[in-house]
């Protein structure tokens, strides 16, 4: 029987809602990313938290909210808690976001759906992985590989491949097989037949072919602005897609030598760049071979000014300028203040470089024609004063009574159930011995036992004669002395707690930005007011695909090459979806799924998978040898059962000589190159490689195999010569022989 495989989308199938799917690999539970959009309705979380308490394990594909945001919410408040798996740049710029989300909508909202301690929290436990890295998942996941891969759009973008008995299930969204500036394209085309792909279908009516003279359109729409004296907003994500726009900009800024400033504003934006400018090795080979060769980091920015407030702005007043804000939505953030100053100017343009979410500010501004005005609610938070921060000093002082009164209760209720029912509780000289030992401990770090003198005391009931608290000392001895418990040397919580704002938590490092750090210190009671109004729409209104996801052609291409067994759609819009299936389930033989949400599909393989084990007698007669890093043989056995275990055993009699097996994948520009090497004089011509006068050598695949499993022959023709021998011999060394 094969490894079963589920699938069920709890978000993002047939709509472009947030992403978040449930993969379950025999009995281990994976979620798939676990996105919210910028709304955050709790609503949509509704299938996620019927499941979240019996997640195992959550992997996370991209460092933006539509693939991470609910992951603090679940943690908090549906029981989530399995360990997270994600690539370094994807757990750093993910939490960058979350604060900056958090940030966004505190500054305008009473916020309560999480905090920072909880989006710490749901990152400090999170296990890093490394490209390629193969991570082996134990107890109740034993036998399963999670490996993460390139997958382009966002840096540090993941390809996810789980392993399990041979099987490949293979979950890969929003990848993007196009090399850009700051990232390599995706590793998804290397992957041979898996037994399940989890792809999206989000661009697959859009077949729009990259321009090399969209960068230059990009810049040209920007200039023209900025020369006829109009300002430039580009509303962007907090740490994804704005850094391929940042390198764009700086690299035209520089052969074009303008003068005009640039922002990125958000309330991470130092931290961002100073985070990304450590990634370098997840980046393009052209940026990690500029800085082998020159030492020049692609991210110490030149052009563009890292701020996380509009003070800045302030004091250029109207000069042209161009600002890359947060949040690409328009929702919150400074994007959307901005954007309420800049709309009634006809001389400014608003230039959105991703599809907006849908239902926001940013999506309704995107239709064709725009509209001409928009209703949006401006809310800022300021300091109480006069009568309010009375009155709120008032209800503080009454709540803190009440939590003591309360606190005092509970303790004589403890009291009367430890001391019996003839204890008095309103006895003058009872004291806790608990609180009192806690108080005792109070001075002291460590905090390590002491004794207790209580100038009367009521006796347990359990005591055999009255007797003062006495706490031994058990501390274990060895031959140096003392054993020392580290941990009663550790900080306590409540003593940390006071530098948490200031970055405690893992993901940051300290590297808060000391603007929105003093935000968050600044205990002065606050509120917030907020007015609607409508914003006259007079700017100009602009869009340009920087997504970074392969188009819909790229896509039916690169499913094509792969040839899953089974392949499963999820995350676009019902009429993507349903043009996508359409066209894998006519091209090809395989078997396509396009799931609603919380509908569970079985894709659990047809083919049968047994686990053998090799007989020592077997074992012993096997000559292997090395290929990489393993080392492989050609084997005769029978199977029989030992121990009631499947094993291979030496044949009963002896068997026929197999065929000679060439093991290998010829590339014929390596093997070109190994030829030139060797002083062979090679070219390509139709196809083939010409190798001297004569002979020519061609690489036939089976056309009636889709993908890149089909046989491959390898052919050498010529008349029979010295060179004809001499190539075929190193054609054959190019290849193991069993």
């Known amino acids: 029987m094969g490894t079963s495989v589920q699938v069920t989308p709890l978000s993002g199938a047939y709509g472009e809602g947030p992403l978040c799917y449930l993969l379950v690999v025999d009995d281990f539970r994976f979620l798939l990313d676990c996105g919210w959009t910028d709304h955050c309705d709790p609503a949509l979380l509704q299938p996620l938290a019927r499941v979240a308490p019996t997640i195992d394990a959550v992997l996370l594909s991209h460092p933006d909210m539509m693939h991470l945001g609910a992951l603090p919410y679940a943690m908090k408040h549906l029981g989530l808690s399995a360990p997270v798996y994600a690539t370094e740049p994807v757990f750093r710029l993910g939490l960058l976001t979350m604060y900056d989300y958090f940030l966004s909508r505190w ?23 490394k490209y390629s890295q193969n991570h082996l998942l134990n107890d109740k996941g034993e036998g399963i590989v999670i490996t993460p ?16 008995d041979g099987e490949d299930v293979v979950y890969a969204v929003d990848f993007n097989h196009r090399k850009e500036k700051h990232l390599n394209g995706t590793a998804l085309g290397s992957f041979v037949r898996p037994a399940v792909l989890i792809t999206d279908a989000y661009n697959a009516l859009n077949n729009q072919v990259y321009k090399r003279q969209q960068d230059q359109d990009f810049i040209d729409s920007m200039v023209k602005v900025l020369s006829s004296g109009g300002s430039v907003l580009l509303p962007v994500d907090t740490a994804g897609r704005v850094l391929e726009l940042l390198l764009i900009m700086e690299q035209f800024w520089a052969q074009r030598h303008l003068v005009y400033p640039i922002y990125f504003l ?63 939505s328009l929702e919150v953030g400074f994007s959307h203040d901005l954007f309420v100053e800049m709309a009634n100017e006809a001389k400014n343009l608003v230039l959105f470089t991703e599809k907006g979410q ?11 024609p725009p509209p001409k005005a928009v209703k949006v ?25 009440e939590e003591a009164l309360k606190a005092s209760l509970s303790k004589e209720e ?25 108080l005792s401990n109070a001075g002291s770090k460590v905090g390590g036992n002491v004794d207790i003198l209580i100038d009367g005391f009521v006796p347990p009931a359990t005591s055999v004669a009255p007797m003062f608290p006495f706490f031994e000392n058990t501390a274990d001895w060895d031959d140096f002395g003392e054993v020392i418990n580290p941990d009663d040397y550790m900080m306590k919580q409540d003593e940390m707690d006071n530098n948490l704002m200031l970055g405690a938590g893992d993901g940051m490092d300290g590297k808060l930005d000391e603007g929105s750090a003093r935000l968050l210190l600044d205990s002065a009671p606050s509120k917030v007011i907020s007015n609607e109004m409508t914003v006259q729409v007079k700017c100009s209104l602009a869009y340009m695909d920087f997504e970074g996801r392969s188009d819909g052609r790229s896509v039916k291409s690169v499913i094509a090459h792969v040839a899953p067994l089974k392949l499963v759609l999820v995350h676009g819009s019902a009429e993507a979806t349903e043009h996508l299936k359409m066209h894998c389930a006519k091209n090809s033989d395989l078997h396509v799924y396009a799931p609603q949400i919380e509908e569970t599909i079985d894709v659990t393989s047809d083919l049968c998978a047994y686990k053998v084990q090799l007989s020592e007698k077997l074992m012993s007669n096997v000559i292997s040898k090395k290929l990489g890093e393993h080392e492989i043989a050609w084997v005769d056995a ?23 097996v060439l093991v290998g994948d010829l590339k014929l520009a390596d093997f070109k190159q190994f030829l030139a090497n060797k002083g062979l004089q090679v070219e390509f011509a139709g196809g083939a490689l010409r190798c001297g006068e004569y002979i020519t050598v061609r690489k036939i695949g089976d056309s009636t195999q889709r993908g890149s499993t089909g046989s491959q022959q390898i052919v050498i023709e010529g008349p029979l010569c010295e060179d004809y021998y001499k190539i075929r011999e190193l054609l054959y060394s190019q290849f193991f022989l069993l």
């Open 266 to 328: 958000t309330n991470v934006s130092t931290s961002t760049v100073d985070f990304v400018k450590s990634f370098l090795e997840w980046m393009s080979d052209s940026i990690s071979k500029s800085f082998e060769h020159t030492r020049d980091n692609a991210f110490l920015l030149r052009y563009v000014s890292l701020i996380i407030n509009k003070e800045e702005l302030e004091k250029l007043g109207d000069a042209p300028k161009v600002v890359l804000a947060s949040m690409a």
């Open 107 to 129: 500054q305008v909202a009473d916020f309560d759906l999480f905090t920072l301690d909880d989006v710490d929290a749901a990152f400090q436990n999170a296990v890093r992985l």
């Open 358 to 368: 849908f239902g926001t500010l940013a999506r309704m501004l995107q239709v064709d």
């Open 377 to 401: 609610t401006m809310s800022k938070r300021i300091p109480l004063v006069g009568d309010e921060l009375k009155a709120y000093e008032e209800e503080q002082e009454r709540i803190k009574k």
């Open 638 to 660: 029978e199977v029989g059962k030992v121990d009631e275990k499947l094993t291979l055993l030496p044949p009963s009699s002896t068997p026929s000589a197999h065929k000679s």
């Open 414 to 438: 403890e009291l009367k159930a430890s001391h019996g029912s003839n204890a008095k509780a309103t006895d003058p000289l009872v004291v806790d011995a608990s609180s009192s030992r806690k």
């Open 149 to 164: 891969h390139v997958s382009g759009h966002l840096l540090g973008g993941t390809v996810w491949k789980i392993t399990k």
